[in-house]
Each structure stands twice: as structure tokens, then as C-alpha cells.
């Protein structure tokens, strides 16, 4: 598809008029007004409506245009990204928001002091790294899967054609601020753990994969464990940084995995062994397992697989 059509279209909507779309595009109007007919004819939709009010999207018109400035912007980064950066090394990672993720990859980077590249680095659930990695919009992927779901995992990413790797188990613990007072405990509880406010990474519940998504940070895994509702407040957040800030400032607690590298010096935050209820069989079935994922038709390249030995060596 032609991009340069599909942004003559949206000026069409931005401008809200043929005449003045024309004249901003330098191009004439029935020149304007041919492509429009040609690109309603060809996909059977009507994308503007003229009243009084000028040219006006229709339902579908409107998820056309946006659909087209998805695709233009898409075009615009792959333009740039091969005509600027040519021979650079290129690395995309999508990451479910984890200081073990982010630890391996900073590492990998302060070893590369004088080597041109351009990395991108996205933290975003389970279900987005997924599909990230499945679109191939991600070289490598990083997630948290529930242990007690691996028979259904392995029919998923078999179905998807998605190699699947984990790195380490890791055990569910509470995880605060340096000099919390909860570090001080001898003997926590789960009531000890009532009477503070928790920060959660928010789900969406829903979606077709929500069985194997998003780590410790929901309820799914824990609903015959943790009561929720005896938190008097809970914050969703959404990202790695911001989890980081609360537990730096506040009392606040989180569920997550025992402490990464460091953990207290670069981050400032302390892992507690959950407090789980004397006599529990399985207490490992509430843990996760941090997994890395690739397509199976598609070999990791030189640069992701320098990070997938970053985080096997510190983590596995």
C-alpha cells in the first residue's frame, strides 16, 4: 500500500476540507478528490460524508484513517531506522517489567562502551511481549509464567510456533523499601502484611492468554492465598520505574521474586520470603519461572543473543 496516498487521506481529515488539503499538499483538488473515490472504490467503504459542515469520517472511515497513520508511522520508522543507521548493530526486546530483564541489559550495555547501536527496550505485560514477539515487532521477549501452568504453555507457544526458554523458578516474596519495618520482623505474617497498602502491576482480564500472563503482580495466582480486599488501598501501576518510586517513598508493599543482583544498592528496595501458612503442601505452586522467548523460525541475532547470555549468566 502506498503511504504517500494513505497521508493524502488523512490530510483530508485534518484539514476537513478537499479544497484546503489540496492546497496544503501542493497537489490539485480533482487530482485529491480522485484518490479518495479510488481508495473508496477499491476497499468498498465510504470514508468521508460532505454536509455543512465539511468532509466528515464515517464509523469506518475513521478506523481507516487511524489504521493508515498506524502504517505511515510504521513506514516512517523503518525509513529511518535502515536509510540513518545502516551497519549498526539492532536490538528490539520486549520485557514484562522486571529488575532482573533490566539488570542484564544494562550490563550488556556498560560492556559495549564503543560499539554503535540502537537498542529499544519496551516493558509491557505478558500478553504484549507475546504478541510482540509473535508480529516480530521484539527480537526476544522476557516473561514470568506460573508454574503450574506448563502443560498449557507448552500447547500455546507450540501452537505459535514461539521458543520458549526459562532462566530461573523464583519464589513468591514481599518486596519494600530499605529500613521498611517489615524488614525488621522476626516472624511475618500474612496479617502483618494487612496493614500496609499494596502496588500491583494492573492486567486486563479478558484476553485469550490471561492464564499464563503477568507474573506475581495479579491476583490470579494467589486467590486462595492473599485476600485482596484487606488492603485498604491498592495502586495499579504499570511499569517498573514507577513501582520503584512508591515502595522508595512510601510504606507501600508488592509481591514479587527474590532480590536481583544489587537489588539494595541500585534500587533501594529489600525482598522478604513470603510469610506462607504453616502446614501449606506446595508452596512453590505460587511461584513463577522467568522464561525468555524467541520464534522458532526466526534465530536470535548476534545482538540478542549476547543479552539471553547477560541473563543467563546473572540469573539462570
Wanted: with cysteine; proline share 3%; net charge positive.
Amino acid at each position: 500500500m502506498n503511504t504517500r496516498i494513505l497521508s493524502y487521506l488523512t490530510a483530508i481529515e485534518t484539514y476537513g476540507s478537499l479544497s484546503e488539503a489540496a492546497k496544503r499538499l501542493y497537489v490539485s483538488q480533482p487530482y485529491l478528490s480522485k484518490i479518495l473515490h479510488d481508495m473508496e472504490d477499491r476497499y468498498h467503504i465510504t470514508i468521508f460524508t460532505r454536509g455543512k459542515n465539511g468532509m466528515q469520517t464515517t464509523e469506518n472511515g475513521r478506523l481507516f484513517l487511524d489504521m493508515a497513520r498506524e502504517l505511515i508511522q510504521d513506514a516512517e520508522r523503518f525509513e529511518k531506522i535502515f536509510r540513518d543507521h545502516t551497519g549498526e548493530t539492532m536490538l528490539r526486546i520486549a520485557a514484562f517489567p522486571s529488575s532482573y530483564a533490566a539488570d542484564a541489559y544494562l550490563r550488556m550495555i556498560k560492556a559495549m562502551p564503543d560499539q554503535s547501536f540502537r537498542f529499544h527496550y519496551k516493558e509491557e505485560s505478558s500478553s504484549e511481549v507475546i504478541k510482540d514477539v509473535y508480529t516480530s515487532a521484539a527480537d526476544v521477549g522476557i516473561i514470568f509464567l506460573k508454574k503450574r501452568s506448563r502443560t498449557l504453555t507448552e500447547q500455546f507457544f507450540k501452537a505459535r510456533r514461539i521458543i520458549c526458554r526459562p532462566v530461573f523458578d523464583a519464589r513468591l516474596h514481599v518486596i519494600v523499601r530499605n529500613g521498611h519495618p517489615l524488614t525488621q520482623k522476626n516472624d511475618l505474617t500474612l496479617e502483618d502484611l494487612y496493614q500496609y497498602n499494596i502496588a500491583m502491576y494492573h492486567t486486563k482480564k479478558g484476553d485469550g492468554i490471561y492464564s499464563l500472563e503477568d507474573g506475581y503482580y495479579n491476583q490470579v495466582s494467589l486467590p486462595d492465598l492473599v485476600d485482596f480486599d484487606r488492603f485498604k488501598q491498592i495502586i495499579y501501576i504499570y511499569s517498573r520505574a514507577t513501582l520503584h518510586n512508591i515502595l522508595n517513598q512510601t510504606d507501600y508493599i508488592a509481591l514479587g521474586s527474590q532480590a536481583t543482583l544489587d537489588q539494595q544498592k541500585n534500587f533501594g528496595i529489600a525482598s522478604i520470603p513470603f510469610p506462607f501458612p504453616g502446614g501449606m503442601k506446595d508452596p512453590d505452586s505460587f511461584g513463577n519461572t522467568l522464561c525468555y522467548i524467541h520464534l522458532k523460525d526466526r534465530p536470535l541475532s548476534s545482538a540478542a543473543k549476547r543479552f539471553v547470555q547477560y541473563l543467563l549468566k546473572y540469573y539462570s
